[in-house]
């Protein structure tokens, strides 16, 4: 190929590392930044927290409280419980009800004093403990609005003292703790995966001069993302929470890096090859691009078949996500190269790149490994298929059956503490009732409905205080079940309701309330599980035979995706029953892990596959697969400590679903970097040969004949000239 002709084939590529383009990418992304860091600053103004955000849009809980807004604004009760084990005192009646006058006047934060209901007794002839509920009212805000609101009822109530303990628990008390749970992710995970990524690129490449452009370029496309989505957010109905924001950084740090770490290593092969740094960019832009492109396409398609979820929390993550791997993905294809090209070679201080020395991968621990492989792969990979599928046996001890809210915090929070001292004194449920709607004609017999079902308190039955009687011809009331309010039983409870209340006839009667709601989020989260997990394998499948044009290779990647989705499940499974002791895991566990570990790890075989059909059109399949090995295995183990590292910083947060999720996403990032990725798709390569790439060409031209001895490099694109470096 003439040097004319190079220079066409990696025309674009010098669009963004050319002597002048460098300088005009810098500078327009500095523009961009200058305009988007502000707004990037208000995406938590722009989160919408309330119940309906994180609810299936066609759920009957959904419904209920769409209509319930017609009777009376979005109420959560906080449940202030006063208990003495040895029976309340007169001064503690008197207190509680000092309590209940001041709380009666509160107004601000949505507070609604004056509906205040209580105090209420156990029914001992010796009263040990009174609960009041003050209803709250929520808006846009959710969690938000909660937490100040329950401190303001906090600083009214009595601090107990002398053995008569106070909490406030309830559906109020709750959502305030998971706010405080919530407060600060954005910062907590930002400070985290930063720390991450500086020790691991420090570790990397030993430089720290280095790390500055990756860290710096990961950043601005964090800003960049969190702008867009900011405006979306704003004047496009996208739904932002607290829990899309929060995984969005991780994602682009841990995407953002890892594309990094693979321009940056062909960037230094190409440097030891080329005098003029612009060329070796472009080259390395050129070689190294279309895998980054379909690593980045395979995360976006894939988090955007989370549009089809039922969850709106999950539907909602999927373009939030997309976004943030997009920008990260054009920041590292324009801003960071051209950064590099203008810092110069210097930047590598200590371990330069001169013209002309020699490449360590020839001769490093993976061209060993990958002759080691060679020898005997239909062994290597048997045995390795065979661990890997008896680890993932530890999935019957999962339990994705979702958690309660005593078992959600890796702590124990005041809501928890106080749940469990009023499930002793009071109907386990109260403070979390049903909420029932029906046409008010049959009103009477969906009352005695609800009332003769078991688990239901038939007493309970009544209009919530501040409803009105009725609108358009239905009514609304509550009703109070013996479980706990976010167990197993109540569920049950929930289903059995709906069954009685569906039967009457021309009632058209809906159940709602805060256990239809896990109800109803669990049965999506079900629907979504079966649904998006194999729309993601078919749209990798796609993507993996696009960029490979081979199908033999694509299903044997896919084959290994999933076994190793399976042994980290499996893993993760056992760790978190025996190691943590975790109850359990939440519905959506197994979907988030399954789509964050499948969609980011297949990028590393993405890099190490696109590697070795380049080098197989070179010097025939199975040199060229330890040659790919050799010539990626440091950068993708690399990339697979960042991205495990950032995922492992969710579990900075107090939350149990949050340290699950990170778990076992860290750990099945490793598991495919270090196990799948080196050894299984390595020997399952060179064990098939050339046919892994039928229908190409290259299955029938390979030319390949013998395995593998050493490690043939690369040839070089143009000669290697003498004489000093940059």
């Not at 740090?253 to 770490?261: K, P």
């Amino acid at each position: 190929m003439t040097e004319v002709q190079e220079r066409q084939r990696r025309g674009v590529a010098h669009l963004v590392c050319g002597r002048r383009a460098k300088w005009l990418v810098v500078a327009l992304w500095l523009v961009l930044l200058v305009f988007t860091a502000p707004f990037a600053q208000k995406l938590t103004d722009a989160q919408d927290n309330d119940a309906a955000s994180w609810l299936p849009g066609s759920a009957e809980s959904t419904q209920v409280l769409q209509i319930s807004e017609d009777f009376r604004p979005e109420q959560i009760p906080a449940v202030v419980v006063y208990a003495r084990e040895g029976g309340l005192t007169a001064q503690d009646r008197a207190q509680i009800a000092e309590d209940v006058r001041q709380v009666k006047e509160l107004r601000d934060h949505g507070i609604r004093g004056a509906e205040t209901r209580g105090p209420v007794f156990d029914r001992d002839a010796d009263p040990r403990a009174a609960q009041i509920q003050v209803p709250i009212t929520m808006d846009e805000k959710g969690w938000e609005r909660i937490a100040p609101a329950v401190d303001s009822i906090r600083a009214d109530v009595g601090r107990g003292g002398g053995g008569l303990a106070v909490h406030i628990t309830g559906p109020g008390g709750t959502s305030a703790d998971f706010s405080e749970a919530f407060e600060g992710i954005d910062s907590t995970l930002l400070f985290s995966a930063m720390a991450v990524v500086i020790v691991m690129l420090l570790l990397t490449y030993r430089s720290p001069t280095l790390l500055i452009v990756p860290l710096l370029g990961v950043v601005v496309a964090l800003f960049t993302a969190q702008a867009l989505i900011y405006f979306l957010a704003e004047h496009a109905g996208l739904t932002v929470n607290g829990q899309s924001a929060g995984i969005l950084t991780v994602l682009v740090f841990g995407a953002g890096t890892d594309y990094a770490l693979l321009l940056v290593a062909r960037y230094r092969e190409e440097l030891r090859r080329h005098k003029d740094r612009h060329e070796a960019m472009a080259l390395a832009l050129h070689r190294a691009g279309p895998a980054v492109i379909a690593s980045g396409a395979t995360v976006v398609l894939s988090m955007l078949v989370l549009l089809a979820a039922e969850m709106n929390s999950t539907s909602g993550l999927g373009p939030v996500a997309a976004i943030g791997v997009a920008v990260a993905l054009i920041v590292m294809l324009t801003l960071f190269p051209a950064l590099l090209v203008i810092f110069g070679r210097w930047i590598f201080w200590p371990v330069i790149p001169h013209l002309g020395s020699p490449d360590p991968t020839e001769r490093g621990v993976w061209a060993r490994m990958g002759r080691g492989i060679a020898r005997r792969p239909r062994v290597i990979w048997g045995v390795t298929a065979a661990v890997l599928a008896l680890l993932s046996l530890g999935l019957i001890q999962m339990r994705a059956e979702g958690i309660s809210n005593a078992d959600a915090f890796t702590d124990k929070p005041d809501s928890v503490v106080g749940q469990e001292v009023s499930a002793r004194y009071f109907p386990a449920g109260s403070g979390d009732p049903l909420v029932i709607v029906s046409d008010r004609a049959q009103a009477e017999r969906v009352g005695r409905a609800v009332a003769a079902t078991p688990g239901v308190v038939p007493e309970s039955l009544g209009l919530p205080p501040g409803t009105k009687p009725e609108h358009e011809g239905r009514v609304l009331f509550e009703a109070t079940m013996t479980a706990p309010a976010d167990s197993e039983t109540a569920k049950e409870t929930v289903e059995r309701v709906r069954d009685a209340v569906h039967a009457v006839p021309e009632a058209d009667a809906q159940v709602g309330g805060g256990t239809a709601a896990l109800l109803d989020m669990d049965r999506a989260t079900t629907h979504d599980n079966v649904l998006i997990i194999p729309l993601v394998l078919v749209v990798v499948l796609l993507i993996l035979g696009a960029l490979l044009r081979a199908l033999i290779a694509p299903l044997l990647l896919i084959g290994t995706v999933v076994l190793s989705f399976a042994a980290a499940l499996g893993i993760s499974a056992l760790a978190f029953r025996y190691l943590f002791d975790y109850a359990g895991e939440t519905t959506d566990f197994p979907l988030f892990v399954f789509v964050f570990l499948v969609a980011l790890g297949i990028d590393y075989n993405i890099f190490l596959t696109t590697r070795i059909r380049e080098e197989a059109a070179r010097q025939g399949t199975r040199a060229g697969v330890v040659t790919g090995l050799a010539a990626t295995g440091a950068v993708i183990t690399s990339a697979g400590l960042v991205l495990a590292g950032t995922f492992a910083a969710l579990g900075t947060l107090p939350m149990v679903a949050f340290a699950e999720i990170g778990f076992a996403v860290a750990l099945g990032v490793l598991l495919d970097t270090f196990v799948v990725r080196s050894v299984l798709v390595t020997a399952l390569f060179l064990d098939v040969g050339p046919k892994v790439w039928w229908p190409h060409r290259l299955a029938h031209e390979d030319g390949d004949t013998a395995r593998p001895t050493a490690v043939t490099s690369a040839p070089e694109t143009e000669p290697r000239p003498s004489g000093p470096s940059e």
